[in-house]
T-cell receptor, first 114, second 113 residues
Framework: DSGVTQTPKHLITATGQRVTLRCSPR?????VYWYQQSLDQGLQFLIQ???????AKGNILERFSAQQFPDLHSELNLSSLELGDSALYFC?????????????FGPGTRLTVL | GQQVMQIPQYQHVQEGEDFTTYCNSSTTLSNIQWYKQRPGGHPVFLIQLVKSGEVKKQKRLTFQFGEAKKNSSLHITATQTTDVGTYFCAGRQRGGSQGNLIFGKGTKLSVKP
């Protein structure tokens, strides 16, 4: 158990819909990262937050947005869903916002868009 | 764009054989981390390399960082069935966003008992 929690574990929805994925980082970690993992694909970095502020942005679509709240939990919002958005979405946390800290990954949310 | 290439994509070995996965970047990396993802699981941090030419060992696993800090390798000696999973390298390219690690696509290792 990494100490990072993600809800829900599974999500099945239809094209065009909007969903929210939630992540609670490890106690004490200030930075949260979101990744997308499609079948047989690597981890595509989406976005990073540090202590409530956006720190880095990857290949995140305009239909996707995220935020980190004062209690440090984070939400990833996916809207106007398409079939190709079906994937495993991981949240990870680290103590600080730099790349020298190891990242602790949550169990992931598996999104299926029908 | 920024890329970290990892080869091979798949590797099938007989238990007891050795295994190596390679990670290459077109630009210098500040650091490199290795993660393992078991089937159905999430990535788990294995190790970090920071210095040029650095070599670190964890039991049967040997990690190397190239002299030019553009490549890295993970070598497993005498694989066991518990080594099954996907191994990812991740590095931050110099000049890249401070916290942004670029992950390779991973090498999926299967071990036949």
């Amino acid at each position: 158990d990494s100490g990072v929690t993600q809800t829900p574990k599974h999500l099945i929805t239809a094209t065009g819909q909007r969903v929210t994925l939630r992540c609670s980082p490890r106690s004490g970690d200030l930075s949260v990262y979101w990744y997308q993992q499609s079948l047989d694909q690597g981890l595509q970095f989406l976005i990073q937050y540090y202590n409530g502020e956006e720190r880095a942005k990857g290949n995140i679509l305009e239909r996707f947005s995220a935020q980190q709240f004062p209690d440090l939990h984070s939400e990833l919002n996916l809207s106007s869903l398409e079939l190709g958005d079906s994937a495993l979405y991981f949240c990870a946390s680290s103590a600080s916002g730099d790349s020298y800290n190891e990242q602790f990954f949550g169990p992931g949310t598996r999104l299926t868009v029908l | 764009g920024q890329q970290v290439m990892q080869i091979p994509q798949y590797q099938h070995v007989q238990e007891g054989e050795d295994f190596t996965t390679y990670c290459n970047s077109s630009t210098t990396l500040s650091n490199i981390q290795w993660y393992k993802q078991r089937p159905g699981g999430h990535p788990v941090f294995l190790i970090q390399l920071v210095k040029s030419g650095e070599v670190k060992k964890q039991k049967r696993l040997t990690f190397q960082f190239g002299e030019a800090k553009k490549n890295s390798s993970l070598h497993i000696t005498a694989t066991q069935t518990t080594d099954v999973g996907t191994y990812f390298c991740a590095g931050r390219q110099r000049g890249g966003s401070q916290g942004n690690l670029i992950f390779g696509k991973g090498t999926k290792l299967s071990v036949k008992p």
